[in-house]
């Protein structure tokens, strides 16, 4: 149980093109998702909260007209980079934290390789 | 400043050579403490919950152990399989910072030769 997907694993597009991460929970509900960057040898950092059926919370420092981030279900989470540039090349991850666990455990999605060319 | 050092970055062990894991923190607050297994281009993998100074969980040839300031990641005769970067978060008792609610390390990366 608790497994969480993400769509598509990577992609490649041009700079200035808008690109559309999904991350779905396939065997719970969550009311919660979370999505982290991961640039090459460091840390994950939670970019925004996503709530269902409610505005995202983001981090600072993360731009939310850049990031956008739609709940629309209990089991569906987007990500939209709009007008993407090569800088903005890293591993998009999500999680979700499966109701019944203890505090804040998060079940993660396997990645998706963003490059912009 | 809450954050979370691994140490060491990298470590590579015989098969066979047990060996253990750092993750030193100064947070906020300490709501939990989080183990992940991360192979390459992949999301990470969760394996450990510990929750206060003292506790201890194990899985496989995996241990985990939690002080007041520094949690071990020991691995008992590891295998090759075993090989992958391994993360280590903690959870604050304060939501809402800069940071999140989950802080990550860099990870340590484990590579086991046959």
């Known amino acids: 149980g608790a497994v969480v997907s993400q769509h598509p694993s990577w992609v490649i597009c041009k700079s200035g093109t808008s690109v559309k991460i999904e991350c779905r929970s396939l065997?719970?509900?969550?009311?919660?998702m979370f999505w982290y960057r991961q640039f090459p040898k460091q840390s994950l950092m939670l970019m925004a909260t996503s709530n269902e059926g409610s505005k995202a919370t983001y981090e600072q420092g993360v731009e939310k007209d850049k990031f956008l981030i739609n709940h629309a279900s209990l089991t569906l989470s987007t990500l939209t980079v709009t007008s993407a540039h090569p800088e903005d090349s890293s591993f998009y991850i999500c999680s979700a934290r499966p109701p019944g666990l203890p505090g804040e455990t998060q079940y993660f999605g396997p990645g998706t390789r963003l490059l912009v060319l | 400043e809450d954050q979370v050092t691994q140490s060491p970055e990298a470590l590579r062990l015989q098969e066979g050579e047990s060996s253990s894991l750092n993750c030193s923190y100064t947070v906020s607050g300490l709501r939990g403490l989080f183990w992940y297994r991360q192979d390459p281009g992949k999301g990470p993998e969760f394996l450990f919950t510990l929750y206060s100074a003292g506790e201890e969980k194990e899985k496989e040839r995996l241990k985990a152990t939690l002080t007041k300031k520094e949690s071990f990641l020991h691995i008992t005769a590891p295998k090759p399989e075993d090989s992958a970067t391994y993360l280590c978060?903690?959870?604050?008792?304060?939501?809402?910072?800069?940071?999140?609610?989950?802080?990550f390390g860099k990870g340590t990366k484990l590579s086991v030769k046959p």
């Open positions: 065997d719970f509900q969550a009311t919660t």
């Open positions: 978060a903690v959870h604050r008792r304060n939501y809402g910072g800069s940071q999140g609610n989950l802080i």
